[in-house]
């Protein structure tokens, strides 16, 4: 008997359970990631302009529905590995709760979707959702065994998206907004591995043996040096309101102390789960304080 057909056969009894099969495969907690879509209007300070808002969040619900495709597809493609893994073996796929055809089909049939989904919004966005899905089916299929190549992509992945909020709005974006993404999304994707190096060794990832273990920390040390100065400078040369404008450069402090905590946590091991270190209320005061300062210089008279 195959391994397709022992996995058919053992989930039988859990098609009553299929929906939720469906949904626990799509990573429900992983769809807050999407939200990057708004960084552009939001840093534009165009976030409370219906013309730019519903756009973008038209976009970012179609993103949502991609990263599920994408989702469905890998644990589809990698069900023989994630069997063998601790914690992905509970994955509804590797346990047999989901059969890999019915997740491959319901993941290739979301990708198709969600780029019909973008296609009213206009060509850009539509491009920007089969970049995305593109990159992640490589991904999943190819390009995380390619060592570096494997942090790059899912890089990658944060910049479409951003872009992508930008492009259906209609915004411009600046070289340091840019920046900011791109070693802001490094300097997550670096530390996640580098957690994920530490706790499960050969066991985890495959490419995770082809990197020493002082690669990832120096990769997530230089992303977190880029993120800061890249947000400084765009900090101190972003026009706000007249009387407000300064609060954006103030911005910085809280920015700083976020980074430096949600790095110790990843450290110390919560960086293979990036909401755990997000949840820390150290982490979510900065937050706070910080979107308190952006907002008031953006969007105040």
């Given at each position: 008997?195959?391994?397709?057909?022992?996995?058919?056969?053992g989930a039988a009894p859990a098609r009553v359970r299929l929906p939720a099969a469906l949904l626990r495969t799509a990573r429900p907690r992983q769809w807050v990631k999407n939200a990057v879509v708004l960084a552009a209007p939001a840093a534009a300070g165009r976030l409370t302009d219906p013309a730019v808002l519903l756009p973008a969040a038209a976009i970012a619900a179609?993103?949502?529905?991609?990263?599920?495709?994408?989702?469905?597809?890998?644990?589809a493609l990698d069900v023989e590995i994630d069997r063998t893994h601790p914690t992905k073996s509970l994955r509804p796929v590797a346990s047999g709760a989901l059969r890999p055809v019915t997740a491959l089909r319901a993941g290739l049939a979301a990708g198709v979707v969600s780029v019909l989904l973008a296609v009213p919004l206009g060509a850009g966005p539509a491009a920007t959702v089969a970049l995305y899905l593109a990159l992640s089916l490589a991904y999943s299929r190819w390009l995380k065994r390619v060592p570096?190549?494997?942090?790059?992509?899912?890089?990658?992945?944060?910049?479409?998206r951003a872009l992508a909020g930008a492009v259906a709005a209609g915004l411009a974006v600046s070289d340091w907004f840019l920046l900011v993404v791109l070693f802001g999304s490094l300097f997550l994707v670096a530390a996640k591995r580098s957690a994920e190096q530490r706790r499960a060794g050969a066991a985890g990832r495959a490419v995770l043996a082809s990197y020493p273990d002082s690669w990832l920390t120096q990769i997530t040390t230089m992303a977190l040096t880029g993120t800061v100065m890249a947000y400084a400078a765009w900090a101190f040369q972003h026009a706000g309101t007249d009387i407000f404008e300064p609060l954006i450069a103030v911005s910085l402090v809280p920015f700083l102390a976020a980074l430096l905590r949600y790095s110790l946590l990843?450290?110390?091991?919560?960086?293979?789960?990036p909401e755990v270190a997000l949840?820390?209320?150290?982490?979510?005061?900065?937050?706070?304080?910080?979107?308190?300062?952006?907002?008031?210089?953006?969007?105040?008279?």
């Open positions: 008997m195959t391994a397709l057909a022992k996995v058919t056969a179609v993103l949502v529905l991609a990263s599920a495709a994408t989702y469905l597809v890998n644990d570096v190549v494997d942090v790059l992509v899912v890089t990658a992945g944060f910049i479409v990843a450290s110390a091991g919560a960086g293979e789960a949840a820390d209320r150290f982490v979510l005061g900065c937050v706070l304080v910080w979107a308190v300062l952006v907002g008031a210089g953006l969007y105040l008279p």
